[in-house]
């Protein structure tokens, strides 16, 4: 194991000092409830047709009003199958509109803070609208079931402290497709909306990074036809902002990303367009110089 990350510690060094290559941005999608705001960060790359099948389903407003109406604590905390809307005389429940299914992409394990599609029992490439975050690792439970499960996501910033609260919510079964829902409140004979965990709105952010408990996350082209998932990790934050490429965290990538970011191995700096720092700030123009090339270290030297 250590030589072959020496092996990807020299490749990666190959690129950044000697190529110039570049890196790619994930959409960022922020979800907006009434417990509280958290992202998801897209694996666009490694899930191409799952993530396109996502945004499909944001842009067409189905998650707009959505519900979470599946609860299972210390496992999963699922959505994206039911929505409230304007009925003649008052808001109801109803089935959110799906597209046709979307084939199987499971690549990455089901661990803790992890999102991935909602499918039929039995039919791999049935997934549609329904997604859910992982509460815990469930890798030996879904990664080997059912084709496994598809991760496509993770939660980002400190989106996952909602995702908890929303899971120490009492659960009713409201019957039907409805028997593990999470509620607000208090409920009589009737449940209202508002009894809900409900989704108000999503937006959707691109940057070419992302920073998150102190990792900065990206994809490199290392120049011979083959594209790594990497992460520099924050390693000390006084007097300056220095960070480290973390080797244990390095993974291939199925195709060459978009490039955007850029290294000068003139001046030994990494320019990086944006950076998504939180779920409403994004920091433009990073730049990073390499200040040490032996521990593969860069330090912060500006940004907008």
Request: glycine share 4%; no cysteine.
């Given at each position: 194991m250590r030589l072959i990350q020496t092996s990807y510690k020299?490749?990666?060094?190959a690129c950044l000092f000697f190529l110039a290559n570049n890196t790619q941005a994930n959409s960022i999608a922020c979800f907006n409830t009434n417990m509280g705001q958290f992202c998801i960060e897209l694996f666009e790359t490694q899930t191409p047709l799952t993530t396109a099948n996502f945004l499909n389903y944001i842009n067409s407003d189905a998650y707009t009003n959505g519900i979470f109406h599946r609860s299972v604590p210390g496992f999963v905390i699922q959505g994206g199958g039911f929505k409230i809307v304007d009925g003649a005389d008052e808001k109801t429940l109803a089935p959110v509109n799906t597209f046709a299914p979307v084939t199987n992409e499971f690549k990455i394990s089901n661990t803790r803070g992890t999102v991935a599609m909602a499918k039929l029992?039995?039919?791999?490439?049935?997934?549609?609208?329904?997604?859910?975050?992982?509460?815990?690792?469930?890798?030996?439970?879904l990664d080997n079931q059912n084709g496994g499960f598809t991760v496509f996501g993770r939660v980002i910033f400190d989106g996952m402290s909602v995702i908890d609260a929303i899971e120490k919510l009492p659960i009713a079964n409201l019957g039907?497709?409805?028997?593990?829902?999470?509620?607000i409140g208090s409920i009589s004979s009737t449940v209202s909306t508002d009894n809900f965990v409900q989704t108000h709105h999503v937006a959707v952010t691109n940057t070419t990074g992302v920073f998150s408990e102190g990792i900065r996350s990206f994809a490199v082209d290392i120049g011979t036809g083959e594209a790594l998932a990497v992460n520099l990790?924050?390693?000390?934050?006084?007097?300056?902002?220095?960070?480290?490429?973390?080797?244990?965290n390095i993974s291939s990538l199925p195709k060459i990303p978009t490039s955007i970011a850029t290294f000068s191995s003139g001046s030994g700096q990494l320019h990086i367009p944006s950076v998504m720092i939180n779920a409403s700030t994004v920091v433009k123009n990073v730049r990073m110089q390499l200040t040490d090339?032996?521990?593969f270290q860069f330090t912060l030297s500006g940004y907008e």
């Open positions: 020299t490749a990666l060094f029992s039995g039919n791999p490439n049935s997934a549609t609208s329904q997604w859910f975050v992982n509460l815990a690792d469930n890798s030996p439970n039907g497709n409805l028997t593990a829902t999470p509620t990790r924050l390693i000390e934050d006084n007097p300056a902002y220095v960070f480290e490429l973390d080797p244990a090339a032996k521990s």
